[in-house]
């Protein structure tokens, strides 16, 4: 009898560059525009954290360090990833929403 050993997801973090394990990172999600059915938009897109890893959308990891966070909003690699500015304010929620839940 053969042992299959699981595989574990890696994932690349937008602010230190390390591949780690899934569950060690925290996801940064941006959720879709929701639009009625003439296709105008409804609600625009939101960008927050995703402590679950369950909430929709297009999805990218970071470190569960504020550090790490920094680093990616200094090298602006999440507008990269979702393709459009983020406001400062955004990046604040989710600093004070990392080291209050994240922890």
């Known amino acids: 009898m053969t042992v299959v ?3 574990i997801p890696l994932r690349k973090c937008s602010g230190c560059g390390e591949m780690k394990p899934k569950r060690e ?10 639009k009625d059915e003439n296709g105008e938009v ?3 897109s939101e960008i927050s954290l995703d402590l679950t890893g369950k909430k ?6 970071v470190c569960r360090s504020t550090d790490c966070l920094m680093l990616a ?6 507008e990269r990833a979702f393709s459009c500015k983020i406001p400062d304010s955004v990046y604040d ?11």
Do not use: H
Not at 25 to 34: F, Y
Not at 56 to 61: D, H, L, Q, T
Not at 73 to 78: E, G, I, Q, S
């Open 25 to 34: 990172l925290v996801r940064v999600v941006k959720s879709p525009e929701v």
């Open 73 to 78: 909003r200094k090298a602006r690699r999440f």
């Open 56 to 61: 929709s959308g297009r999805g990218a990891y």
């Open 93 to 103: 929620a989710m600093e004070k929403e990392l080291t209050a839940g994240g922890q």
């Open 42 to 44: 409804i609600a625009n």
């Open 5 to 7: 050993k699981k595989k």
